[in-house]
C-alpha cells in the first residue's frame, strides 16, 4: 500500500490543521493506521493511532484532548484534527499502515511539515 500525506503548513499557535493520508494500491479496511511525528534533532514519535475497524483509537499524553484521528474507509483516508497547536507541535508528521497480521507498522507515507510559531 503507498500512502500519501498532505495538509501540513506554517501557523500560528493556537490554530488548526487537518492532515489527510490517502492509500492506494490497498484498500485501507486491512490495517490499522497511526501517525507519527518527527521533530528536528529528535526521534520519531508516536501521534495517534487508530484500528482497522475503528474499535480502538489511542493518542499520545502531548496531544489528547486536542487532536483527533479518524478514518474514512471508503475513501481510503485517515485523517488527524490538530487544534490549539503549540510551538512544540512543529514536525513533519507521517502517516502509517500496519497490517493486522503485524506488530509493526510496514508502511509509511514521504510526511508532511507543520510549523507551529509563536
Known amino acids: 500500500v503507498q500512502l500519501q500525506a498532505s495538509g501540513g503548513g506554517s501557523l500560528q499557535a493556537g490554530g488548526s490543521l487537518r492532515l489527510s493520508c490517502v492509500a492506494s494500491g490497498r484498500t485501507l479496511r486491512s490495517y490499522h493506521m497511526g501517525w507519527f511525528r518527527q521533530a528536528p534533532g529528535k526521534e520519531r514519535e508516536f501521534v495517534a493511532s487508530i484500528t482497522r475497524n475503528s474499535a480502538a483509537i489511542n493518542y499520545a499524553t502531548s496531544v489528547k484532548g486536542r487532536f483527533t484521528i479518524s478514518r474514512d474507509d471508503g475513501k481510503n483516508t485517515v485523517h488527524l484534527q490538530m487544534n490549539s497547536l503549540k510551538p512544540e507541535d512543529t514536525a513533519i508528521y507521517y502517516c502509517?499502515?500496519?497490517?493486522?497480521?503485524?506488530?509493526?507498522?510496514?508502511?509509511w507515507g514521504q510526511g508532511t511539515l507543520v510549523t507551529v510559531s509563536s
Open positions: 502509517g499502515a500496519k497490517s493486522i497480521l503485524t506488530s509493526e507498522y510496514g508502511y
